[in-house]
């Protein structure tokens, strides 16, 4: 039976390669850079702790189990908690323990966190959390998808669809009139809203103005929020990443929002806030943004203050095989914040979570 131990800096390598079968089958992956990233990821983040670590099952032919562990401070609710966040639980194949996968499990919510939670389980891994006493947010897992262009969605389909490069021909030549005739069913009026690009740490700054109640947001200082915004920088199969402030034409910053255009395709919202009773003007703002950017749609994390400014659009939620599952610690205030999170009753922005890391697609 192999030995479930903290994960050491020189497990890496063997992790990686670990996770590239597992994860990446192919070729042009690059084990050196993978490594480096795994190591800044899990090793180099502002808040490691020992106490939160890693895990590895380790058995006579080397590493065969794998779970990783980032501890992030969180508010949620206004009440700072430890959290733990879990992700790339992976197992070799030709592993002969079934329950090696469980008692790594098992580890990591023994640790010193108040809350272990995931956004990225597999069902897999949701029947394993659920086992295990985790709790399932439903409605947190869900994604609204906000179209924008209805020639360029199409495009992205076929694209995703089908290889054919032909076929692919065929529907760019429909693009543009799609667009044309569906702006204005698709798209809003424009707005009195001023869109601006700004630092990191004015996203960071706005979480203060908005308040906690029915929000998590990442418990760190400046130089920890920029840290996060630069890994979430380095999700290059998205694009650039725009990190953007809303201003009212009175002159007061309505809204905040990080998210990457990503040009004829599926713009991903990373983070979106709004001040209350501005949420579908800057919404509507952040439309327009995208779509002068070339976005076909957006995307975003299931959130209970857009549901009204969402349900005005032609938009729709979709469940991925991507779920929200938080498992609380001993105090009452941990298991509070978990009733919370698995009711959808507070908002989640995706870097509350394991989204923002790069293992979702990227190329190494």
Known sequence: MADIRPCRTEDLEHVVRLFLRSFRKGQGHSVTAATAYFQRLYFANPWYDEAMPSLVADGPGGIVAFIGVVPLPVRVDGVPLRVAIGGNLMV????????VAARLLRRYFAGAQDLAFTDTANEHALRLWSSLGGRVGRFSSMRWVLPLRAGALGLAGVRRASSNRALAALARTVVWPADRLSRSRLLPVATGITVHEVAPGVV????????DRGYAHPHVDAVGFDWLIDMCRQKQQFGPLRVLRFDHPDGRDV???AYYPNAGGLGQVLLLQAREGAH???????ALDAAAHGAAALVGQADARLMVALGQRASTYVQRNEFVTVLPGRSP?????ATRLSAGDVSLSRLVGEWWTRMQGDVF
């Open 92 to 99: 070799d194949p030709s592993v002969q323990d079934p329950m």
């Open 204 to 211: 960071h700054d706005f979480a203060a103005v908005v308040g």
């Open 255 to 257: 809204g905040v929002a």
């Open 280 to 286: 579908a003007e800057v919404l509507d703002a952040l």
């Open 333 to 337: 205030e941990a298991v509070a914040a």
